[in-house]
């Protein structure tokens, strides 16, 4: 899943992000994020909710559950269960760390203005939708190829795209949603350590 980069690994910096999967209108879908204009690395980028592992957080898990709540206003309590799945190397120097996580019914999601311009809700079976991925090139410098989705929002690449495209072999591997899910974890108490309002 991992995009192909030859970084050591003592130069990559930490990040986690959360793989939400929700229920709207009787549908699951993912939610996704559009990183707002102003914002200083990756503005305008599609995402999952999720960013830098603070030297205040207890695990990266812990980061994904902040910024879950920081950027979309998703509580911790509001999160089902989880799993840790294979991390992404990016070309900015990150490893990023994903947890998928189930989120209950009723749960707002309220975006925070100031770091998200806009959500998407994408629904699962759009993910499984192998030919709704595209591949183009990654970079003018490199002779490097990716895989892209279209979305609502506009196209999601990188890291990202490679994340949606392993949870389709998760959910093909698994054969439903409800198996992988039984998979997961319910987060303990105190396992995110004390997050910050």
């Known amino acids: 899943m991992a995009e192909r980069f030859h970084i050591q690994s003592s130069k990559l910096r930490r990040a986690a992000v959360s793989i939400p999967v929700l229920l709207r209108d009787g549908e699951h879908v993912v939610l996704l994020t ?3 204009a102003g914002l200083m690395d990756h503005p305008g980028e599609i995402c999952f909710p999720g960013g830098k592992v603070d030297v205040m957080d207890p695990s990266s898990l812990a ?6 709540g ?3 206003g998703i509580p911790t309590s509001q999160i089902l269960a989880y799993t840790e799945e294979e991390g992404a190397v990016t070309s900015s120097c990150y490893y990023i760390q994903p947890f998928v996580m189930t989120i209950a019914p ?3 999601v309220r975006p925070n203005a100031r770091e998200v311009s806009e959500c998407c809700f ?10 709704n991925y595209r591949i183009e090139k990654f970079s003018i410098a490199r002779d490097d190829f990716g895989f892209v989705l279209p979305t609502s929002m506009g196209p999601v690449r990188g890291a990202t795209c490679a994340m949606l495209l ?3 072999k998760q959910l093909y591997r698994f054969g439903s949603l409800e198996a992988y899910a039984s998979t997961f974890k319910r987060l303990e108490a105190g396992i995110t350590g004390p997050l910050r309002p």
Not at 63 to 68: F, I, P, V
């Open 34 to 36: 559009q990183r707002h």
């Open 63 to 68: 980061t994904a559950c902040r910024e879950l």
């Open 70 to 72: 920081e950027e979309v």
């Open 106 to 108: 009723d749960a707002e």
């Open 122 to 131: 994408l629904p699962l079976t759009e993910v499984l939708a192998l030919e």
């Open 166 to 168: 392993h949870l389709a």
